[in-house]
Nanobody
Framework: QVQLVESGGGLVQAGGSLRLSCAAS????????VGWFRQAPGKQREFVTNIGQSGSSTRYADSVKGRFTTSRDNAKNTVYLQMNSLKPEDTAVYYC????????????????WGQGTQVTVSS
C-alpha cells in the first residue's frame, strides 16, 4: 500500500504560479512511477505529467509543456509539480497517483491515488 497526500493548491491569478506537493507513505516510494492528473467540472480526468522512479524520465501533456515541471525527492518521499504561467483552463482538481508499472498516461494504470487538491486560476 502507498498513501498519497497532495497539498499546495489554491486560488491564483492568470500568469501566476503554484507548486503542488505529493507526499507518500507506505511502501518504498522510489519503486513507483508517479503521475499527476487533473479533472475539471464536467470533464474526464486527464493526464498532466509523470515521472519515473529515479526522476530522470518525465512526460508532459502538450497543454502544459513549457509551463509545468515535475520533480521528485525520494529521500523525502515527495513529488512536486511546479506550475508557471497558469491559465484559467488549468482550473481543476489535481491528483497525484502511483504505479509500479512503466511510465503511462492512462489513469487506469495507476494503483494508488491521493484525495486531490483544488487549483483555481482566475482571469
Amino acid at each position: 500500500q502507498v498513501q498519497l497526500v497532495e497539498s499546495g493548491g489554491g486560488l491564483v491569478q492568470a500568469g501566476g504560479s503554484l507548486r503542488l506537493s505529493c507526499a507518500a507513505s507506505g511502501r518504498t516510494f522510489s519503486n513507483y512511477v508517479v503521475g499527476w492528473f487533473r479533472q475539471a467540472p464536467g470533464k474526464q480526468r486527464e493526464f498532466v505529467t509523470n515521472i519515473g522512479q529515479s526522476g530522470s524520465s518525465t512526460r508532459y501533456a502538450d497543454s502544459v509543456k513549457g509551463r509545468f515541471t515535475t520533480s521528485r525527492d525520494n529521500a523525502k518521499n515527495t513529488v512536486y509539480l511546479q506550475m508557471n504561467s497558469l491559465k484559467p483552463e488549468d482550473t481543476a482538481v489535481y491528483y497525484c497517483a502511483a504505479t509500479g508499472s512503466i511510465l503511462n498516461k492512462n489513469p487506469d494504470s495507476y494503483d494508488y491515488w491521493g484525495q486531490g487538491t483544488q487549483v483555481t486560476v482566475s482571469s
